[in-house]
């Protein structure tokens, strides 16, 4: 589970798309369709919000707790009746407000062909379907210890002051950001020419990348779609989320 396309195709027993399609009047490749075509718009959500310390930490925090598992995993009996319900909160955390998420739908819409009502109904399903699927996926690749650091930073309310634990915090809480791994690389790079043309002992490899900054980059990882995606569609997507968001 490596890619949100893999998230949903995996979800429900690998069932989702079915049951999608039965509850929103579908043929099963219309959903997937649909699907397909809002899946960047998370992409871009999650990297917005990975962008900052406290974006990142807030989505943690969300996804973290487990909450959502049971909407990834339900099968059977279909979508949970929540799972819109607890949706509209992931999207106003990504997306930043309704009128975005009538944009994005509006996008998806003339992407698929699949009409903007349907498409603003499954948008919170699909949300809630992913976050369920960034537990798991998450969990699976070793990164519990990250997310329950996200979640203890915010019970003790230090999100934005370094009580996070990661590099992030760090620089947020003022402290010194950590070095640039190339700066390191160079540095060796260099002492290892100079110390050959010198006659002196090669120096001591870099050091490995910290395992935090490891876990990061796994799980920004994970916010790919794992498809082609046309370039004026995320063009027409970055320019939705800087109107709603008022940046330029």
Do not use: C, W, Y
């Not at 607890?86 to 955390?93: A, E, M, S, T, W």
């Not at 699909?126 to 990164?143: D, E, P, R, T, V």
């Not at 990348?209 to 990061?216: H, L």
């Amino acid at each position: 589970m490596n890619n949100l396309f893999e998230m949903m195709m995996q979800a429900q027993g690998g069932n989702a798309m079915q049951n999608m399609a039965r509850q929103f009047g579908l043929a099963p490749e219309q959903a997937q369709s649909a699907v397909e075509a809002l899946l960047p718009a998370f992409q871009v959500g999650m990297e917005r919000q990975a962008a900052s310390a406290d974006g990142l930490q807030r989505m943690m925090q969300m996804f973290g707790g487990g909450q959502f598992a049971g909407f990834h995993d339900a099968d059977g009996d279909g979508i949970p009746d929540s799972a819109a319900a607890q949706g509209n909160d992931v999207l106003g955390q990504l997306f930043g407000g309704k009128e975005a998420s009538r944009a994005i739908a509006a996008q998806a819409s003339a992407m698929s062909g699949v009409s903007d009502s349907i498409m603003k109904q499954m948008l919170p399903v699909i949300a809630s379907m992913l976050m369920g699927g960034m537990f798991k996926g998450a969990m699976n690749n070793g990164l519990g210890g990250l997310m329950g650091q996200a979640m203890q930073g915010g019970m003790a309310g230090n999100g934005a002051s370094g009580g996070f634990g990661n590099p992030f915090g760090q620089m947020m809480g003022g402290q010194q950001p950590p070095q640039n791994p190339m700066n390191n690389m160079m540095g060796a790079l260099l002492g290892n020419l100079m110390g050959g043309l010198m006659g002196g002992a090669k120096p001591a490899p870099p050091p490995p990348q910290d395992p935090m900054m490891a876990g990061f980059d796994m799980l920004k990882g994970m916010f790919q779609t794992g498809q082609q995606v046309q370039q004026a569609q995320m063009d027409g997507l970055e320019q939705i989320f800087r109107q709603f968001s008022g940046q330029r």
